[in-house]
């Protein structure tokens, strides 16, 4: 069955700090793979998504993600963190069905 | 004025009434969706639909039933509230796959549910 692991509930990073957010996927087949950005109150946004091609993609707000087939992962990584980036981040996998598949979570929360 | 547009944003009630979320769309989407965000458990599916002639149960759809009264319109229903189904609810919808593969969720703001 299809699944995504995010293993950080929670990741703390001062402001300026540099910041990964772990994400891997159990799919059997080659994966659609999205970020979405949820900030306190609000929907979901989507950050970046992978469907084909390079491997390294670019997103808003200066994110970017790096999918690695052989390790099952779709990284989110940021160079410097702004005290906006403060929110929670869900990574997701498209399935074969037409349905995403959301992880968990992670809340980041930024000191100044 | 938002894309997807969810009302109530929050509802307090009780055990044993009825409650209906609604979601509305300007996307021209025809894909719309339902789910439910509890801490530490994310997004679950509770039902979706690629049309407005077709309805789909998700991963958690026991207690609750679906509308879609139009392209543009897909209700959520609680027949009989339950404090267990205290949550956010999210609806959400997309464009088919299309040559860009799976769907990209465009999402309303959400519904905060509260079940005494």
């Known amino acids: 069955a299809q699944s995504v692991t995010q293993p950080d509930i929670h990741i703390t990073v001062s402001e300026g700090a540099s910041l990964e957010l772990r994400c891997n996927y159990s799919?059997?087949?080659?994966?659609?793979l999205f970020w979405y950005v949820q900030s306190p109150g609000q929907g979901l946004q989507l950050l970046l998504k992978y469907f084909s091609g390079d491997t390294l993609v670019q997103g808003i707000k200066g994110f970017e993600a790096e999918f690695k087939r052989s390790q099952s992962s779709f990284n989110l990584r940021k160079p410097s963190v702004h005290w906006s980036d403060a929110a929670e981040y869900f990574c997701?996998?498209?399935?074969?069905?037409?349905?995403?598949?959301f992880g968990t979570g992670t809340r980041l929360q930024v000191f100044p | 004025d938002a894309d997807v547009t969810q009302t109530p944003r929050n509802r307090i009630t009780k055990t044993g009434k009825r409650i209906m979320l609604e979601c509305s769309q300007t996307?021209?989407?025809?894909?719309m969706y339902w789910y439910r965000q509890d801490p530490g458990l994310g997004l679950r599916l509770i039902y979706y639909?690629?049309?407005?002639?077709?309805?789909n149960k998700g991963e958690i759809s026991d207690g609750y039933s679906v509308s879609r009264q139009a392209q543009a319109k897909f209700s959520l229903s609680l027949e009989s509230a339950i404090p267990n189904q205290t949550a956010l609810y999210f609806c959400?919808?997309?464009?088919?796959?299309?040559?860009?593969?799976?769907?990209?969720?465009?999402f309303g703001a959400g519904s905060r549910l509260t079940v005494l």
């Open positions: 639909s690629f049309d407005v002639k077709d309805i």
């Open positions: 997701a996998v498209g399935t074969n069905t037409d349905k995403l598949i």
């Open positions: 799919y059997g087949a080659t994966p659609y």
């Open positions: 959400a919808t997309s464009d088919p796959p299309g040559a860009t593969g799976a769907n990209v969720l465009t």
């Open positions: 996307k021209g989407h025809d894909r």
